[in-house]
């Protein structure tokens, strides 16, 4: 049974940092995209960063800013963000994806966390 546990999510000052974890269980981590998605309230889910062996991709709202990891040891993706603004604040979601080819759309992805709360304060 796949199992995605994300963490790390709060409440922060316009222009601080907050790192999201991701901790999963019953899936071929090393070879499975990992991606991280976002949404705001009565706003679609949105794509923000995808790892695999392949690589990484980022959307363009968060390149710069958002740096995504993985740590196969610990079978645990990471999302790191900086410079965040008011307009970060959404539920933050972990994804996989039974392929190493990254995609960015939400439907692309098999299984998903429960997500963590992020907010933004001016």
């Known amino acids: 049974q796949v199992q995605l546990v994300e963490s790390g999510g709060g409440l922060v000052q316009a222009g601080g940092s907050l790192r999201l974890s991701c901790a999963t269980s019953g899936l071929t981590f090393s070879t499975w995209t990992m991606g991280w998605f976002r949404q705001a309230p009565g706003k679609e889910r949105d794509f923000l960063a995808a790892i695999s062996w392949r690589g990484t991709i980022y959307a363009d709202s968060v390149k710069g800013r958002f740096t995504i990891s993985r740590d196969n040891a610990k079978v645990t993706v990471y999302l790191q963000m900086n410079n965040l603004k008011p307009e970060d604040t959404a539920v933050y979601y972990c994804?996989?994806?039974?392929?190493?080819?990254?995609?960015?759309?939400?439907?692309?992805?098999?299984?998903w966390g429960q997500g963590t709360q992020v907010t933004v304060s001016p």
């Open positions: 994804a996989s994806r039974r392929s190493a080819v990254l995609m960015t759309l939400p439907g692309n992805y098999d299984y």
